[in-house]
């Protein structure tokens, strides 16, 4: 069998000699900064009401946007002029609008497990926002000092 015509490696390709190293078992040190993760993580009922949060306050604007091109187009095939302006505007607003609401209903919950909040959720929004911008700018301040 003849064997195939030498070429070059291209820079990206891998070696085909290189030998598999054997795996070995996850230090304790690993282990314990996974542990440390899952203690961060966000508990199952506050994630919950996060997701109905964002359903409902970002689900609401983007079905009335989609809906909006239906409507146009009904306006528009009855004779009445819209400009393409007014459909653009009126569209592109309630998907931002939908935009919006996606960080708002993530802010809005109470991220207490034991409290549920208020329907609205405006002062849990301040509260989390708040704490959002705190943890930032200690992060940041953090950033810069092992810099």
Known sequence: MPSEPKRDRLP???????????????????????????LKAIPEEVSKRMIKRMALFSGIPTALGMSSFFVFYLVVSHGIKVPNYAVFAVSLGLF??????????????????NRLGSWFGWEECKINFGRTLEAWRSGKKEAKGNS
Do not use: C, H, M, R
């Not at 078992?25 to 314990?32: G, K, L, Q, R």
């Not at 919006?100 to 497990?113: K, M, P, Q, R, V």
């Open 12 to 38: 990206f390709e891998p070696n085909q000699k290189k030998k598999k190293t054997p795996k070995q078992p996850p230090s304790p040190v690993i282990a314990a900064k996974k542990e440390q993760a899952s």
């Open 96 to 113: 931002g609008l939908g935009v919006l609401g996606l960080s708002y209903g993530i802010f809005s919950t109470s991220w207490d497990e």
